[in-house]
């Protein structure tokens, strides 16, 4: 390699050093940060029909709206994935002024790769290629008789056991899925 060469890649090296420091953790977004109108929210919870003891899950959980509405309505337990940094810091601090530290959690990561395994709901308003891609970790994760519900954007591929049209807007639905029976 000649010296003017060697020169080259070093401070192609060098440029690219910044770029690589500037990378974000979580450098995956696949849904952007809309929130669900407060009154949806309430319908969500509703039709969640959740019981003590239960585990709520929001996946893309914003500014915690969901979250907090389970842990402080219904008492149960609730943790959002969320990717966004500054998202999870404001859920989290709205969380700790509601003094729902106990039950309720955001947590920063990639929605993709959460444990489900403790869910009871998982709730999700995302969109419907992500719907898609995330249908097999909730087919692997949760169990039977675990309800599903997603604001907006039908899941692929799965027949809801109901579809709830509050508003009049055409774009408000809610659809509402239940984790079929484990088959012999
Ligand atoms: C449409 S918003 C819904 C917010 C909240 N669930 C609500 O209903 O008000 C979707 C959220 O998903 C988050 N998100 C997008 N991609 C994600 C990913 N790969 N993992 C975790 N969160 C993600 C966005 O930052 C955004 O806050």
């Known amino acids: 390699m000649t010296a003017a060469s060697r020169w080259t890649v070093q401070a192609l090296i060098l440029l690219s050093l910044p770029v690589v420091a500037q990378t974000p953790p979580y450098a995956l977004k696949l849904a952007p940060y809309v929130s669900s109108p407060f009154r949806t929210v309430d319908r969500i919870l509703e039709l969640a029909a959740l019981k003590p003891g239960e585990t709520l899950y929001d996946l893309g959980a914003g500014d915690g709206r969901i979250v907090i509405g389970a842990a402080r309505r219904y008492g149960v337990k609730a943790v959002g994935i969320e990717i966004d940094g500054k998202l999870v810091k404001s859920a989290n601090d709205r969380i700790s002024k509601f003094g729902l530290e106990d039950r309720a959690k955001v947590i920063q990561g990639d929605l993709l790769q959460a444990d489900l395994a403790l869910a009871d709901v ?63």
């Open 122 to 184: 998982v709730v999700i308003f995302l969109q419907t290629q992500l719907n898609e891609e995330l249908r097999p970790r909730l087919e692997m994760y949760l169990k039977p008789g675990s309800r599903v519900l997603s604001y907006s954007f039908a899941v692929p591929g799965w027949k809801p056991v109901r579809v709830d049209r509050t508003d009049d807007h055409p774009g408000h639905v809610i659809y509402l899925y239940e984790m079929p029976p484990v088959k012999n």
